[in-house]
């Protein structure tokens, strides 16, 4: 008999509803989690294209920010407007395009990329790649009726945008198509009560914000002397492509502002700088330097103390040099660094390079040693797009009004005639002046002649004058008259038949190698030189019936190598067998309304103290200082002290630049200096004060000139 065993597990049943209803509970958990991952993808998906098209965009706006400045030079040279193959390039919507491709933001990734990448046969799930066939759709201009920008000049866009500025002659219809930059650009009465100044005393450059920026040429938000010239337009990558994408729109109103700066550092230069130390090793001493200073590239030597330096190309520190009050014993840019000076010492960090300014550029114009002379350059530059030329821009030499030129020479090497053109009722006329001989005039009696009277007037003269009857370079003259004479055709004669005729008399004790600010002299050396004496140019000037020094206020000097092929042209470097420039009567400047600019291609020797004598600021205008003196500048390739003899000692207050180049093989020393027997300076007989110009009254005639791009983003909140 066999017995069963128990069963180890109990017997149950199943509920089939119940199954059933964990089965569906569960499948709609899975069915839950499957959408929100779903949609968790597509979010992340939408957040990667917003993000690719964020990024697309701030290299788009970067490339525009580094392509305009190109095209505005482009625009200003000879030639521009002479075709549409040279013209298209530089329209706004080529500009565009062209940033377009330069940030490839028509591709997810660059096929270059890609290649390198080895995917095989991967394919890409970016619905952003594109093809921008029609530039418009992306940047549009905010009004207006042409062009994909909206230019800053002759409208208010209200709240949130800049100052718009004027034209001084009509409109620009080319602006909104083409960046262009002119001094026919004003601040007026757009502009009126939204800058620094009254627009009508200082319409060229003004008191404007610096931009909120990192390149540390001034303080973010602190007034400094510029122009801004600025175009607004929208911009969107998305948009046409909303489509496929599912991308919101996201236009977005930019500004790109072009500011012209004119140097106004204590130190400002585009050049390869060593700032501290003298070439001798010599530590700077009795040096005091108020204000930043900007090279292209830097040494910073010994314990050098600035309060801020900005560069374009870096800078080396010495471990006791200090900007800012501060050390930099290391990196300066290395992460963490600012952000931790801005926590702990303040907003404004003092070192700075223009590439690490994101969306700027700065772009400093130098010429180089064209700067200096005239002939070097196309005098007839024409079809330009801009009305102001690119070499009448920015090369010192060409901006003077008044312009003196050597025009021969003797076969042993010595200047024997001189060319001088200023300005007269807004003509140029010219006067020459042989060695040893007077300025003679082609339409005027000789120099010193006053006119005194009409044909047929009597005039009584109490001294003895010499006397000229005539018109238009032909004169009858009577020398040493006292007493009564009438000017008419019995008394003198008749040297111009059929016109009519004026009188015109000067003092016989007339000397015009006292009242003439232009000669020939010889160094102990025995160079051969040419005297400017600038405290006698405002009487010439009434003498030559010309205009005054508010339009007569800037001189170059250069040898007209171009008319005359025996002349050479001036060596840089220079070298002693070139002739020279004495600079001497020039320390009471106050007889120049506007101040008073020098340039020149040939050595300069300063043999006078110059502009020491002080005069009465314009008005609304009070200098920190409380001293203000006519604005002066003096361009040279190379500038000495003394003539006769070395000076004991040499003072230099104002600001010091170079126009070498920034990748120089060595740095300008921009305090040493040389005197005329061609020894170096005694370092410890230079007293240096340098201050940064901080209102356009301070501004001279001639300047270098600077260029800051920034394209900033006009947000909502902000219109």
Not at 6 to 25: D, E, K, L
Not at 580 to 587: F, H, M, N, S, T
Not at 601 to 611: E, Q, T
Not at 646 to 672: C, F, I, K, M, T
């Amino acid at each position: 008999m066999r017995q069963s065993r128990p069963n180890r597990y109990p017997g149950g049943y199943i509920s089939f509803v119940a199954v059933f209803t964990i089965s569906v509970f569960m499948l709609m958990l899975m069915v839950f989690a499957y959408d929100r991952a779903i949609n968790a993808h597509a979010i992340n998906a939408d957040i990667q294209a917003s993000t690719d098209y964020q990024e697309k965009e701030e290299a788009t706006l970067r490339a525009i920010v580094a392509i305009v400045p190109n095209r505005a030079i482009r625009a200003m040279q000879h030639g521009s407007n002479a075709s549409n193959a040279v013209r298209n390039p530089l329209r706004f919507v080529n500009i565009f395009s062209e940033a377009l491709t330069e940030a490839n933001a028509a591709q997810s990734i660059s096929p270059e990329l890609l290649a390198a990448m080895n995917l095989g046969t991967t394919y890409s799930g970016n619905s952003g790649d594109t093809t921008f066939a029609n530039i418009g759709r992306v940047f549009r201009r905010i009004s207006g009726s042409t062009g994909n920008v909206t230019p800053g000049v002759g409208v208010d866009l209200g709240v949130g945008y800049p100052p718009a500025l004027d034209y001084t002659n009509g409109a620009l219809a080319s602006d909104p198509t083409y960046p262009l930059i002119t001094s026919q650009k004003i601040y007026g009465t757009q502009a009126s009560g939204k800058v620094g100044l009254a627009t009508s005393s200082y319409p060229n450059f003004n008191l404007i914000p610096y931009p909120n920026i990192n390149f540390g040429y001034s303080t973010p938000g602190q007034p400094f002397v510029a122009k801004r010239n600025w175009w607004a337009f929208t911009m969107d990558l998305a948009g046409q492509d909303i489509a496929v994408t599912k991308v919101a729109d996201t236009r977005r109103t930019y500004v790109l502002s072009l500011y012209e700066i004119p140097s106004q550092l204590p130190i400002s230069a585009s050049s390869f700088m060593a700032l501290g130390e003298h070439a001798d090793g010599s530590a700077w001493t009795d040096v005091e330097i108020t204000g930043n200073v900007f090279a292209g590239k830097a040494i910073v030597e010994g314990n050098t103390e600035l309060s801020g330096l900005a560069s374009r190309r870096g800078f080396e520190l010495s471990e006791d040099a200090t900007v800012g009050g501060k050390s930099f014993s290391g990196n300066p840019f290395a992460p963490g660094v600012r952000e931790t000076f801005r926590l702990t010492e303040g907003d404004f960090f003092p070192v700075s390079m223009a590439s690490e300014s994101g969306k700027a550029a700065f772009v400093p114009i130098n010429r180089g040693a064209d700067y200096f002379d005239r002939f070097s350059h196309n005098l007839n530059e024409s079809t330009t797009l801009s009305p102001t030329t690119w070499n009448n821009y920015s090369v010192g030499a060409m901006q003077c009004a008044m312009q003196l030129d050597v025009t021969a020479a003797d076969p042993y090497g010595s200047p024997t005639r001189l060319r001088f053109r200023y300005y007269s009722a807004g003509v140029r006329q010219e006067v020459v002046k042989d060695w040893g001989g007077e300025w003679t005039l082609p339409n005027m009696p000789p120099l010193g002649y006053m006119d005194v009277g009409d044909e047929n007037d009597t005039v009584t003269f109490t001294t003895p004058h010499d006397l000229a009857y005539g018109k238009i370079g032909d004169f009858a003259y009577i020398d040493n008259f006292t007493g009564t004479i009438r000017f008419d055709n019995a008394t003198f004669g008749d040297p111009r038949v059929g016109t009519r005729k004026r009188g015109f008399a000067r003092p016989v004790n007339y000397d015009e190698s006292n009242t003439s600010p232009f000669d020939f002299k010889d160094l102990p050396s025995g160079k051969k030189c040419i005297t400017v004496l600038p405290e006698r140019i405002p009487n010439f000037l009434v003498e030559l019936a010309g205009s005054g020094t508010s339009i007569n206020h800037s001189l170059v000097v250069n040898v007209d190598y171009i008319t005359n092929t025996s002349l050479t042209k001036p060596l840089i470097p220079c070298t002693e067998t070139d002739w020279g420039v004495i600079l001497g009567e020039c320390g009471n400047m106050t007889g120049f309304t506007k101040g008073f600019s020098l340039v020149t291609n040939l050595r300069l020797y300063i043999g006078d103290d110059f502009n020491i004598v002080e005069t009465t600021p314009p008005a609304g205008y009070t200098p920190a200082s409380g001293k203000y003196y006519p604005p002066c500048s003096l361009f040279a390739p190379e500038k000495r002290y003394g003539v006769d003899y070395d000076p004991y000692s040499v003072e230099v207050s104002g600001q010091l630049g170079s126009v070498a180049a920034e990748d120089a093989a060595n740095p300008v020393r921009p305090l040493d200096a040389m005197m005329v027997s061609g020894g170096s300076m005694d370092t410890t007989k230079m007293k240096v004060n340098l201050s940064a110009i901080n209102h356009p009254a301070e501004l001279p005639p001639i300047t270098m000139m600077n260029w800051l791009m920034v394209i900033e983003e006009l947000r909502n909140e902000f219109k």
